[in-house]
Each structure stands twice: as C-alpha cells, then as structure tokens.
Nanobody
Framework: QVQLVESGGGLVQAGESLRLSCAFSGNFFSVWAMAWYRQAPGKQRELVAA???????SYDDSVKGRFTISRDNAKKTVYMQMNSLKTEDTAVYYC???????????????WGQGTQVTVSS
C-alpha cells in the first residue's frame, strides 16, 4: 500500500522560496510518475508539476521558470523547489502518485494529506 507524506510548507513573503518534500512509502517508487497538485480556497485542485520515473519534468505555465520538481529514487522522495513565490501561489499542496511511468500524467487515488503554503504580500 502506497502512502505519501508531504512536508515543507509554511508562511513566507512574496519573492521568497520554499522547498516541499513528499516521502513515498511502498514498493516500486521509481516505476511511477509523480506530481504536485495544489488547491486554493474555493478553487479546484490543479496540476502544478509532474515528473516521470526517468526524471523528465513538466510544469503548468503559471509556475514555469519559478518551480522545479525533482525526485530521489534512492530516498523515495519527490521535491518541489519553489522560488519567487507569489501571493497567488497560496494553496494546499498535495503529492500524487501517477498511474504510469511517463506522460501524459494520469493521477492515481494515492494522495498525501497536503501541506499549506501561504504567501503574504
């Protein structure tokens, strides 16, 4: 059974940085694509960034050039470095395991509990 645990959220000012981590427990981590989603109050959950089992990444246009997704297969961990944060990045960020090795990204039902990111102006 796969479990995902996010960490690293917090309260920062606009322009600052945060690094999110998602610890994966279970087997075959390197086989699955992984992704970060976010959900702001009153909005639907949206895909922010995804990474294939081989390390190819993809980003939503709103975070391109500011966020970087990465993975360490030995540590079974996915990261997201978030730089130049904006107030509109405020949301709960969730980690997800994909159904496939590559893209297009298809989310599974495996979600973490989420970590709150709040960016103040």
């Amino acid at each position: 059974q796969v479990q995902l645990v996010e960490s690293g959220g917090g309260l920062v000012q606009a322009g600052e940085s945060l690094r999110l981590s998602c610890a994966f427990s279970g087997n075959f981590f390197s086989v699955w694509a992984m992704a970060w989603y976010r959900q702001a109050p009153g909005k639907q959950r949206e895909l922010v960034a995804a990474i294939t089992g081989g390390g190819i990444s993809s980003y939503d246009d709103s975070v391109k050039g500011r966020f970087t997704i990465s993975r360490d297969n030995a540590k079974k961990t996915v990261y997201m470095q978030m730089n130049s944060l904006k107030t509109e990045d405020t949301a709960v960020y969730y980690c997800n395991r994909g159904l496939d090795y590559g893209f297009p990204y298809r989310p599974s039902d495996n979600w973490g509990q989420g970590t709150q990111v709040t960016v103040s102006s």
